[in-house]
């Protein structure tokens, strides 16, 4: 019976503990994402010639650090899903399928351009429209990230 004193007084200590562990875990989060090196431009979502289908987003990447960053998860703002693509040829035919990262080595950039690798975005709102612009977070192993603007282009324009 005395432990039932205790317990709302135990309860609230315990709810403020771990409310400021969650708070630091936070604030030592936060800055590891501002270290990621990568340079991202000319980045593009080209809507899809047909509503519904999917569109693709290209874009250049340089690592301008001393550490290797792979690319393992790409977010757009407007789409319900994206996922990482690469192009290949077989038989003469031209294969797409999604890949497990993307590997940017320090002090080198890739090209995310058709027929190479692409990110792949599903659902996508109807409120983006060619013309405007939505953001795109890449996240690499580890944790890190990187957000930036991307241009949306229309299915017809320049690629």
Same mark, same amino acid.
């Given at each position: 019976?005395k432990?039932t004193?205790?317990?709302p ?5 315990? #709810?403020?503990a ?5 708070g630091?875990? %936070?604030e030592a989060?936060?800055p ?14 080209m809507?899809?010639?047909?509503s519904g289908?999917?569109g693709?987003?290209y874009?250049d990447v340089?690592? #301008?650090?001393?550490?290797n960053y792979?690319?393992?998860r790409a977010?757009? %703002? ?7 693509h ?8 031209m294969?797409m399928?999604s890949?497990?990262q ?5 002090? %080198?950039?890739e090209s ?16 983006? %429209?060619?013309?405007g612009?939505?953001?795109m977070t890449l996240?690499?192993?580890?944790g890190?990230?990187?957000?930036f603007p991307?241009?949306i282009?229309?299915a017809?324009?320049?690629?």
């Amino acid at each position: 019976m005395k432990f039932t004193r205790f317990a709302p007084l135990a309860l609230a200590f315990t #709810t403020v503990a771990l409310a400021g562990c969650s708070g630091e875990a %936070e604030e030592a989060a936060a800055p590891a994402a501002e270290d990621v090196t990568l340079e991202v431009s000319n980045a593009r979502l080209m809507l899809p010639a047909v509503s519904g289908r999917p569109g693709a987003i290209y874009f250049d990447v340089e690592n #301008t650090g001393e550490k290797n960053y792979a690319i393992r998860r790409a977010d757009v %703002e407007g789409a319900s899903n994206a996922e990482l693509h690469g192009s290949m040829e077989m038989d003469g035919q031209m294969m797409m399928d999604s890949v497990g990262q993307i590997l940017v080595n320090a002090g %080198e950039s890739e090209s995310l351009e058709p027929g190479g690798f692409h990110v792949m975005v599903f659902d996508l709102d109807p409120a983006l %429209e060619a013309g405007g612009s939505t953001e795109m977070t890449l996240t690499v192993v580890g944790g890190k990230t990187k957000t930036f603007p991307v241009e949306i282009r229309a299915a017809g324009d320049e690629r």
